[in-house]
């Protein structure tokens, strides 16, 4: 039996010029398949794969940058799925109480799944949740997590659904 084929789709972006990720998150919200990396660029020489972020993330591993990960919500049999929200950083420490005192609390309407010193942190976001609102939280926190390193762009590794 044939294994699946995942594409990988690299956009380097600016806060200012998020139509294009918010449109992939709206296509694999749709599929409800796939997932996208948000990963800082830290310097021009900073082009680290992600291919292992999203299993780092709930895994205990780490790419030694913080980085966001968004997978869209799914149907099963059993019922829903939430999309979520996961932040793998490297401080050391819970990342809720750091990102609160520094003006980025997380919106009521998100529930908390993990936060964990070396797993990251996990939210489930509503389903009904603006792609851009979810987008723009998920940057902000990166940035209060990634400091006091600045950070010059963005690039999204969009993990597009599988096919046969």
Do not use: C
Not at 106 to 127: F, K, N, T
Request: no cysteine.
């Amino acid at each position: 039996m044939a294994g699946t084929l995942r594409q990988i789709e690299q956009v380097e972006f600016r806060v200012d010029e998020l139509t294009r990720i918010v449109a992939s998150m709206g296509r694999l919200a749709t599929a409800g398949d796939g997932w996208i990396n948000l990963i800082p660029s830290l310097s021009d020489n900073d082009k680290r794969s992600t291919a292992l972020g999203f299993f780092a993330l709930f895994g205990g591993g780490g790419i030694g940058v913080t980085m966001a990960t968004w997978i869209p919500g799914s149907h099963h049999p059993r019922g829903d799925i939430e999309p979520s929200l996961g932040i793998s950083h490297v401080t050391g420490r819970r990342a809720l109480g750091e990102l609160q005192s520094r003006g980025v609390a997380v919106p009521e309407s998100w529930r908390l799944e993990q936060d964990h010193p070396r797993r990251g942190l996990i939210l489930r976001v509503p389903a009904d949740e603006p792609h851009e609102q979810v987008l723009v939280w998920a940057l902000g926190a990166v940035g209060v997590l990634s400091a006091p390193r600045p950070i010059e762009g963005w690039r999204a590794d969009i993990y597009l659904p599988a096919t046969p």
